[in-house]
């Protein structure tokens, strides 16, 4: 089955239960969202999807391949952060090909695959400008650049708008949609904005207590939640 399958993943931090037999399938193309209260494991997840934590049980699936023990930079997924950190020396050009420099891919593949997705993301004419010299949307989206180029299987969004004024996170909210249509990836993105949820993923996970207490469309979400906790935690009416 193409797509990402979770099946029975569970972690610990010290005796301390913080995700608990997850299941869960995305198929490719699709955005999903994760919603839920700070703690509850969002980013845990990420990392265990990206490689960056290891899960104490369960399997990671990514077409047809069991990812969980590759490395990350062999997974065919790519993590942006909320603290995206850019080499300040380098510039946008050297930012975006930092991975692919270190995965050996030759030189003039590099040269193309930034200057598509530098294209793709409509910084092209910033790429030989350094960190300092752009505004915090503009590094935003070399930090996504900078994934691109890795033509992932699967975006992992860490609540990559966060640290944008409302302004400037509503635009980046209307480039990802873009983007989104631009590329082949599947996207999962951490957010605790529910409008950006609403308006961007086709599925919602809400996560609580260690659990995803529901897996469904925004709109399904809204009109029949699966449990008071969702009601609530997303306002609906029910
Ligand atoms: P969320 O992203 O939903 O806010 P997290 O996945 O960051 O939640 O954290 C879930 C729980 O796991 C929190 O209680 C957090 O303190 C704990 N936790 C996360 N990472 C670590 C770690 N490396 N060591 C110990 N505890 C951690
Ligand atoms: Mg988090």
Redesign the pocket.
Known sequence: MPGLQLRGVAKS??NTE?LSNVDLDVAPREFIAFL?P???????LLRIIAGLETADAGEVILDDRRIDGLPPGQRGVAMVFQHYALYPHMSVRQNMAFGLRNARVPQDQIDRLVEDAARVLEIDPLLERKPAQLSGGQRQRVAIGRAIVKSPKLFLLDEPLSNLDAALRLRTRVELAQLRERVESAFIM?THDQAEAMTLADRIVV?NDRRIQQIAAPMEIYARPANRFVAQFVGSPA
């Open positions: 931090f010290r913080v839920g700070s703690g509850s494991g969002k980013s845990t951490v996560f």
